[in-house]
């Protein structure tokens, strides 16, 4: 999937595809690939895919579906990030992933400017920063993490609060949600 988001003619097609036979009013953002400083040592060039399927493929995406969702009554644009954007948590810690960290970090930076720019427009841009939870993100990166560690969260319940915040009425304006695991 990350090709197709990086590749700029790709997203172009794509999108023209999409509104041809969709009316979309939801964007959500969910690109990711995972990367540490030990898959990094004998896999340098995984700090390049994860850069540009982390922050350029979503950004891409946003940009090109942009001018239709400024059409519309009102739009969400919901950007899922990582706790590994934000320094206040103890899930924020990059020490072990300084590129994912530094991809989630940019991406954070772009859904903020961007929420800021769109203000005063029919859409919402939304940031999620969830903890680490049950997916394939580990297994894709081809790390040995099995499901249902203890400091994973379920997917149905980041599912619950991925509803709840796309569900509030047109008045309320969720901004960002912060997700982890108590410890």
């Known amino acids: ?14 999108v023209k595809e999409i509104i041809k036979r969709y009316d979309v009013d939801i964007l959500i ?5 995972w990367t540490d400083d030990n898959l990094e040592t004998n896999h340098p060039e995984k700090r390049g895919e994860a ?11 946003t940009e090109e579906l942009l001018p239709y969702l400024k059409n519309k009554k009102e739009s969400i644009i919901f950007n899922v990030i990582s706790t590994s954007g934000v320094d206040d948590i103890p899930s924020g810690d990059n020490t072990l992933w300084k590129t994912y960290g530094a991809s989630k ?19 919402k841009v939304l940031q999620f920063f969830p903890g680490g939870f049950d997916s394939n993100l580990y297994e894709n990166a081809k790390r040995n993490n099995p499901h249902n560690q203890p400091w994973m969260m379920k997917t149905e319940d980041i599912a619950d609060i991925v509803i ?15 997700v982890s695991k108590k410890q």
Do not use: C
């Open 29 to 33: 953002n969910n690109a990711g690939i």
């Open 51 to 61: 850069l540009k399927t982390n922050i350029l493929g979503p950004i891409q995406l």
């Open 164 to 178: 709840f915040a796309l569900t509030r009425p047109s008045d309320v304006y969720v901004e960002k949600i912060i």
């Open 1 to 14: 999937m990350s090709a197709i988001f990086t590749d700029l003619n790709q997203v172009k097609r794509t």
């Open 105 to 123: 970090w940019g991406f954070a930076g772009y859904t903020h400017a961007l929420r800021e720019s769109l203000r005063s427009s029919d859409i």
